[in-house]
């Protein structure tokens, strides 16, 4: 089975609200990724975090990793419509990705 | 740019028939991969390549054959074993171990007609 597994698998929110997804993973790893993916279309790398790194941020997105939970968090600040899509999360020692988490941002 | 192509991007399939599926990246990746999604579903690994003239079967790869003769080129053909191919399909490429996440192209939509 895939090293990282996203939650929840689905989440609704209304615009200007923040989004919140986590990952669990299995093993040790160098660093984790998450990607976002529009509905029909491929994934696009979002952010990067490496495994000495706690807490990253990139626009609206922060990302935190705790290592000793083998746990990511993606915080997606003040949504937008356009935030509607799923969310990948995966690590740099497997090439399987999860079921995702569908995010919706209402209007 | 650099980045990994797919095509078609739609296509038609009568049932019995092989078909091929292209995938071409110019961002000098040694390692591919090809994912399989069906609606409203997570990505699962057909196969993959980590070096040229070689590649490995992922969780699903019956029904399904790849090549590897060209770092830049991992087509996919989708055989008549296959039994149920309608689905969206997308490769991906990576430097060795993936040290920045994976490129992915933008997809092949399949349908059985």
């Known amino acids: 089975s895939q090293q990282g597994e996203e939650d929840p698998q689905a989440l609704s929110i209304q615009e200007g609200e923040n989004a919140t997804m986590n990952c669990s993973y299995k093993t040790s790893i160098n660093n984790l990724q998450w990607y976002r993916q529009n509905s029909g279309r491929g994934l696009v790398h979002l952010i990067l975090?490496?495994?000495?790194?706690r807490e990253k941020h990139s626009g609206r997105l922060r990302v935190t990793l705790d290592t000793s939970k083998k746990s990511s968090s993606l915080l997606i600040t003040a949504s937008r419509a356009a935030d509607t899509a799923s969310y990948f999360c995966?690590?740099?020692?497997?090439?399987?990705f999860g079921a995702g988490t569908r995010l919706t941002v209402k209007p | 740019d650099g980045g990994i192509t797919q095509s078609p991007k739609y296509l038609f399939r009568k049932e019995g028939q092989n078909v091929t599926l292209s995938c071409e990246q110019n961002?000098?990746?040694?390692?591919m991969y090809w994912y399989r999604q069906d609606p409203g579903q997570g990505l699962r690994l057909i196969y993959y390549s980590q070096i040229v003239n070689d590649f490995q079967k992922g969780d699903i790869a019956e029904g399904y054959s790849v090549s590897r003769e060209k770092k830049e080129s991992f087509p996919l053909t989708v055989t008549s074993a296959q039994k149920n191919p309608t689905a969206f399909y997308l490769c991906?490429?990576?430097?060795?171990?993936?040290?920045?996440?994976?490129?992915f192209g933008s997809g092949t939509r399949l349908t059985v007609v």
């Open positions: 995966a690590t740099d020692n497997d090439m399987r």
């Open positions: 961002l000098n990746h040694d390692a």
């Open positions: 991906a490429s990576s430097p060795t171990g993936a040290p920045g996440g994976y490129t």
């Open positions: 975090i490496r495994s000495n790194e």
